[in-house]
């Protein structure tokens, strides 16, 4: 990696079995080169369609196996107006989800300081403008922030109803190097609107309106993003199945 101050993460959220060492990876990049007074850090997450529902959780912590992660309340409060969101869970109870789960003992474990604001975002290009306007708000807010972005990148195989190319080691290889790699590559290139299509039309990411939202954020809060790959591989790669996810981190 080169050097630099970060301001985000792209991280998966498929388990600590699956996808543990490559958010591991992630995390600890970001905090070996974030500052060390952050006291806030922003989750985008949540499995949303193309419609929504947009989400904040207004409630007061998360329990987390190293103790609560505490939620920046105020804000979580003022957001929620300001964008007219709906509440999680609240508002959305019978709706289980396992977007964010895995990404908070992290944060509890590099920054025990911190509060959490956690959003669920649409897998849309709207995703692109709420991320400006949270990086805006937690900007004026004088926060010392990061934001993170949760998602698996190609569900692949009859698991999940989804093989256009068969199965087998071509199958692996064409999701490894042209679909995982499709949506990883707009990231990279710093281009949030390309990466949302390429996961509405390639089915390359299970929750892309996270990813832009964090990238926008991010860039509304510090400025110009240079994002960088820290890990990627798939499910297979753990556990071999014909039914496999691709996972990757990266750094903003």
Known sequence: MRPGVRRGLIAP???????????????????????????????????????????????????????PLKTELALAVETRRALSFAEEPVELSGRPDNAVELQLPFIRYFWPQARL?????????????????VGERVRAGGHQAVFVGSTD??????NYGWA??????E????????NDAGFIDAVLRDDPARAVQH????????CPGATVAAMEAARAYAGALTPELVDHYTSHDVRPSPSFVGYASLVL
Do not use: K
């Open 13 to 67: 959220h498929a388990g600590w079995t699956y996808s543990g060492d490559c958010a591991g990876r992630g995390y600890r990049e970001l905090a070996g080169s974030a500052p060390s007074d952050i006291d806030l850090v922003v989750v985008f997450g949540s499995h949303r369609g193309p419609t929504g529902p947009n989400t904040v959780f207004v409630q007061d912590a998360w329990d987390t196996p190293l103790g």
């Open 117 to 133: 604001l956690m959003l669920g975002v649409e897998a849309s290009a709207s995703a692109i403008e709420i991320g400006r306007e």
């Open 153 to 158: 990148l190609t569900h692949y195989g009859d």
């Open 164 to 169: 256009p190319r068969g199965g087998g080691p």
């Open 171 to 178: 199958a692996l290889r064409w999701v490894r190097e042209v």
């Open 199 to 206: 996961a509405l039309d390639h089915r390359s990411a299970c």
